[in-house]
T-cell receptor, first 116, second 112 residues
Framework: AQKVTQAQTEISVVEKEDVTLDCVYE???????LFWYKQPPSGELVFLIR??????QNEISGRYSWNFQKSTSSFNFTITASQVVDSAVYFC?????????????FGKGTMLLVSP | EPEVTQTPSHQVTQMGQEVILRCVPI?????FYWYRQILGQKVEFLVS????????KSEIFDDQFSVERPDGSNFTLKIRSTKLEDSAMYFC??????????FGPGTRLTVT
């Protein structure tokens, strides 16, 4: 079984639409961290957010918001009023206590295409 | 803002040749990592490095791979005898004190 599942392979939206990227994770640890990274067409991996397992508060940063729900093992990412520059592959990742938080396990990514 | 740098950005090599990929992590970070991403696929962990030794490695990181921190700034990944299936983007990352890993821009390795 995959530890991090991003069921949406590709999402296409028109500029200014809101879009939610889903992430479901699996772990036996009680302490873990969840991350979102953005990979634009240029290829680099850009860190967006880190959230620990004890902090279920939703977070908002500009047009980005994250909804962490331990009950459903989900850490979803919403972009409000999407822009063409948001077009990228977005990866959700998990870091677990039993590995000393030394590795990131990535999902397969969701490609977001925002058209004008 | 400090960042992880990697050289070269693109390396083309012939099968069986040795390659060394170089990384300069963020200066006050203590944990370093290599990941790879085969084209169109997810990012996969290769190895983590702390206190001048490997702390964890994946199944991918076999005897053909090695890592080294030859001086206070560089962190290298060596592939001894490259295979076609080693073609991928290789990312170096370093970890800050809050646990987040910052990635370099990557080195695209093409094995012909």
């Amino acid at each position: 079984a995959q530890k991090v599942t991003q069921a949406q392979t590709e999402i296409s939206v028109v500029e200014k639409e809101d879009v939610t990227l889903d992430c479901v994770y699996e772990t036996r640890d009680t302490t873990y961290y969840l991350f979102w990274y953005k990979q634009p067409p240029s290829g680099e991996l850009v860190f967006l957010i880190r959230r620990n397992s004890f902090d279920e508060q939703n977070e908002i940063s500009g047009r980005y918001s994250w909804n962490f729900q331990k009950s459903t093992s989900s850490f979803n990412f919403t972009i409000t009023a999407s822009q063409v520059v948001d077009s990228a592959v977005y990866f959700c990742a998990l870091s677990e206590e039993h590995s000393g938080y030394s590795t990131l396990t990535f999902g397969k990514g969701t490609m977001l295409l925002v058209s004008p | 803002e400090p960042e992880v740098t990697q050289t070269p950005s693109h390396q083309v090599t012939q099968m069986g040749q040795e390659v060394i990929l170089r990384c300069v992590p963020i200066s006050n970070h203590l944990y370093f990592y290599w990941y790879r991403q085969i084209l169109g696929q997810k990012v996969e962990f290769l190895v983590s490095f702390y206190n001048n030794e490997i702390s964890e490695k994946s199944e991918i990181f076999d005897d053909q791979f090695s890592v080294e921190r030859p001086d206070g700034s560089n962190f290298t990944l060596k592939i001894r005898s490259t295979k076609l299936e080693d073609s991928a983007m290789y990312f170096c990352a370093s970890r800050g004190d809050r646990g987040e890993q910052y990635f370099g821009p990557g080195t695209r390795l093409t094995v012909t």
